[in-house]
Each structure stands twice: as structure tokens, then as C-alpha cells.
């Protein structure tokens, strides 16, 4: 995997076999195991309630790949014990957050520099965390920037697939305020976008951390501020005569990929087509937009209930309840 995956892949792969798989396969022989076997295995996970039906998708795949390269490289012959297991039944996956156009402009109202840039750019562009530490100045022009390469923990890899590599187009007011950001670092022409003290790519971890989340998790009572922890950070309310009170005028953070959604969500609340979405989002089908990246608001299902409310009159004429629309033009 290592080898043939980029870093977060492979992480994802470590941490199923490390936290789920490793301690259950003691004992068990590759020859020996059936499809009941793999089946008690997602049970046992299933059982203790911490995870979603999409992370125990992601164990028994991870099982079915190991088998399919056992297989290629001759280790294993028979068919795959994991193709007629079932996923448990489990817990709700939790719902994502998209940010919404007015959550967005407040957070940038509150946040200082660069912070602010750094997240106008999640908010606005489709650029993901690792593309938007990867940013280079040489890629940015006529209004438009190229995604050329991805940094995760400080791995550099390219864009996970072709598509991503397309130019993102800027809207004037976040082409404004790069600008306005390149003057700030001396108007560089080359070199990352986001440079931290030394001149390297900046750690958005550190952004969140030490700029983001203290302007957000202030308290309502005395405005001091509270780490992503929930401890208060070092000076901070050292007086007994409180506890901390998040102030609920601000708003809370969700992630930096809230802020992709965001984008799919906003854009579609202005009318936007879905394959049109789609397409600025670079996912590979319209589905995936569809269920992941657009997501209703309750005032817009409210909007929409009103709008047929209004098209709607409800007269008893006798019975049983008579519906009769008005006049539509048609």
C-alpha cells in the first residue's frame, strides 16, 4: 500500500488494521477462514456501538482487499470469504456540516490575517485542506490558480486524480483579498501561498489551533478564550467565580471540508444546477455531489413548503376536502 497509495490512504489502511483487524486475526489461518468467520468479526466491531455502517464499509473492504492481493500474489486460493458477508447493523453515521453563506462571512468577519484568507479560500474554492497548504504563487493568474500538488503531514503528492489538477477560478472579492495578502508577504512571485516563519508551507493544524478555534470558543461571560480541548488555555479564567460558557453568537466549528460542502450547498441555494456543482467540485459523478455536498437547510425546506403553501388553496366544499390550485398561467 505503501507503495501504490498516497499517505492518507495508507494511514487509513494502518489505523483499520491497527485498531480493528490485528488483535482479531490471532490465530486464524488464511486458508482456514470462511465467510462466517469475517461475518463474526464485523459483528464483534459492530457490537461495541463506536462506529458507523460507512467506517465498518471500510473494515470489510479493507478485508476483502487483503484476500483479492493474497489471491494475486499466490498466497491464497478460494473464493473471497469477504464477498457474501453482510454490515451489521449499527449506529446512524453522523451527519456533516456544511457552512452556510452567512456562518461563512461571520467567521471571516472574526478571524484575523491570515487566517481569514487562508479559510475564504476553503470557503470559496473547491481546494481541499492538503491542496490549500500546497498552494503556490506561480500557479496563481489571470484570476485563476492551478492545483499542482497536495500536502499531508508534510508528504507532497499530487492531486489524487487528474481532474483535480483544473484551474480553480477565483470570485472577484477572494481575488481582492489574496492580493491584498500578497502585498502583506512583500508581493512574492514564487513559493507557497500560505508560508509560515520559515518560509515553508504553512500547517492549517496550526492555523485551527492557535488562531481559529480561540476566536470561536470565546466566553459569552468574560470573552476569554477556550482551546479545541475544552480546557482553558494558560491565563485563562483563573478566577473561580465562572465556568466556561461558550459564546452561542458565534459561530462553531465544523472542519475545514465543512467549508468545501459549503461551497456544493451555497451554490445550489442559488439556483445553482447540480452538474454544475458537480463539475466546479470535480467528483467523479453527480451522486456523489448530490448526497454528500449538498445539504438542505431547514429555512430552505420551510422555503419550499411556503412556496407550495401559496400555489394552494384548500376550500371544504361538502366532503370529502376539495384541493384547488390557483391560477398558474397554465
Known amino acids: 500500500m505503501e507503495q501504490q497509495k498516497r499517505p492518507s490512504t495508507v494511514k487509513g489502511y494502518r489505523d483499520i488494521w491497527q485498531n480493528h483487524l490485528k488483535a482479531r486475526s490471532k490465530g486464524l489461518w488464511m486458508r482456514d477462514i470462511r465467510t462466517c468467520d469475517v461475518q463474526q468479526i464485523l459483528d464483534e466491531i459492530a457490537d461495541l456501538g463506536l462506529l458507523g455502517s460507512n467506517s465498518l464499509r471500510h473494515i470489510k473492504s479493507q478485508i476483502s482487499g487483503i484476500f483479492s492481493y493474497a489471491k494475486q500474489q499466490g498466497y491464497f486460493d478460494g473464493e473471497n470469504p469477504a464477498r457474501n458477508s453482510a454490515i451489521p447493523r449499527a449506529r446512524p453515521s453522523e451527519e456533516t456540516y456544511a457552512y452556510t453563506l452567512e456562518e461563512i462571512l461571520q467567521i471571516l468577519a472574526l478571524l484575523p490575517e491570515p487566517a481569514a484568507t487562508v479559510f475564504a479560500v476553503a ?10 497548504c500546497g498552494l503556490l504563487w506561480e500557479n496563481y493568474r489571470e484570476g485563476e490558480i492551478q492545483i499542482t500538488r497536495s500536502i499531508w503531514w ?5 492531486p489524487k486524480t487528474r481532474k483535480r489538477r483544473g484551474a480553480i477560478p477565483m470570485i ?4 481582492r483579498r489574496l ?10 512571485i514564487l513559493g507557497p501561498m500560505f508560508p509560515n516563519l520559515n518560509g515553508e508551507p504553512m500547517d492549517l493544524g496550526n492555523v ?5 478555534l480561540p476566536v470561536l470558543n470565546r466566553c459569552a461571560i468574560c470573552s476569554r478564550q477556550k482551546d479545541e480541548c475544552g480546557k482553558p488555555k494558560k491565563g485563562m479564567h483563573s478566577t473561580p467565580d465562572h465556568s466556561f460558557e461558550r459564546d452561542a453568537s458565534r459561530p ?9 460542502r459549503g461551497l456544493g450547498t451555497n451554490l445550489y441555494r442559488l439556483g445553482v444546477p447540480e452538474k454544475t456543482i458537480q463539475a466546479i467540485l470535480r467528483h467523479a459523478n453527480v451522486s ?23 400555489l394552494v388553496i384548500w376550500e371544504r366544499i361538502g366532503s370529502p376536502i376539495v384541493r384547488k390550485w390557483q391560477q398558474c398561467g397554465n
Request: glycine share 6%; net charge positive.
Open 179 to 188: 492580493e491584498i495578502h500578497r502585498a502583506r508577504c512583500g508581493n512574492p
Open 154 to 158: 508534510g508528504h507532497i503528492t499530487e
Open 288 to 310: 456523489t455531489t448530490n448526497t454528500y455536498y449538498i445539504k438542505s437547510a431547514a429555512d430552505d425546506t420551510r422555503a419550499a413548503m411556503a412556496k407550495l403553501e401559496n
Open 123 to 132: 470557503a470559496f474554492t473547491r481546494a481541499r485542506r492538503g491542496e490549500i
Open 172 to 175: 472577484a472579492p477572494l481575488a
Open 252 to 260: 462553531e466549528w465544523h472542519g475545514w471540508h465543512a467549508a468545501r
Open 208 to 212: 485551527l489551533n492557535r488562531t481559529i
